[in-house]
């Protein structure tokens, strides 16, 4: 079974911290997503990477960077924390880039900016 | 620009019976595929079933059986004979192929909660 490990379950943070989420994938998978997830809104796309050193943004990019320097590792960094960013996080892969592949998800990150 | 659309913020179902969960899509693309995830309240998503585009018949999976009426952009889950473990919230996604370089990226709609009741 394909396995996404992300780092934290919840994490509390201040106003201003840089903040790291980190998500690991065992199955050699090609691309690698981070959501917000928000109630209401479903979840939204902020970066995904399709290679090593790769990465595009997605529909709510701002506020956030990412870093994948190995296949099997995508962090999330949040460069100046704020409250807004108080929300459930949540890392997949999939395996190629067809269409039809599942997306695997992490147990997902609830993280609080106070 | 994909949209998905879930009308329903919360259905109830009794125990055995079955029950529809409504998506609807837009997309210009002629190749697409539908996914829908559950997600229970520990928080992990779950990939329950897939739909393309150009398939013909409809996607079942175990309980889990997707109608799918590409003339009304609907890609609706029927859940038959409901178990108290069902009860969740589910998520409608699509992703588009754009020449193959869609990166599997997915468009989620905004969730259905689903109660079953004894």
């Known amino acids: 079974d394909v396995k996404v490990t992300q780092s934290s379950r919840y994490l509390v943070k201040r106003t201003g911290e840089k903040v790291f989420l980190e998500c690991v994938q065992d199955?050699?998978?090609?691309?690698m997503f981070w959501y917000r997830q928000d109630p209401g809104l479903g979840l939204r796309l902020i970066y995904f990477s399709y290679d090593v050193k790769m990465k595009e943004k997605g529909d709510i990019p701002e506020g956030y960077s990412v870093s994948r320097e190995k296949k099997e590792r995508f962090s999330l960094i949040l460069e100046s924390a704020s409250t807004n960013q108080t929300s459930m996080y949540l890392c997949?892969?999939?395996?190629?880039?067809?269409?039809?592949?599942?997306?695997?998800f992490g147990d997902g990150t609830r993280l609080s900016i106070l | 620009a994909q949209k998905i659309t879930q009308t329903q913020p919360g259905m109830f179902v009794q125990e055995k019976e079955a029950v529809t969960l409504d998506c609807t899509y837009d997309?210009?693309?002629?190749?697409?595929?539908l996914f829908w995830y559950k997600q229970p309240s520990s928080g992990e998503m779950i990939f329950l079933i897939y739909?393309?585009?150009?398939?013909?018949q409809n996607a079942t999976e175990g309980r889990y059986s997707l109608n799918f009426q590409k003339a009304r952009k609907s890609a609706n889950l029927v859940i038959s004979a409901s178990q108290l473990g069902d009860s969740a919230m589910y998520f409608c996604?699509?992703?588009?192929?754009?020449?193959?370089?869609?990166?599997?990226?997915?468009?989620f709609g905004q969730g259905t909660i689903l109660t079953v009741h004894p």
């Open positions: 996604a699509m992703s588009v192929y754009a020449g193959g370089t869609s990166y599997g990226k997915l468009t």
């Open positions: 997309t210009s693309d002629q190749s697409y595929g």
């Open positions: 739909q393309g585009s150009y398939d013909e």
């Open positions: 997949a892969s999939s395996l190629d880039r067809g269409g039809n592949q599942p997306q695997h």
């Open positions: 199955m050699d998978h090609e691309n």
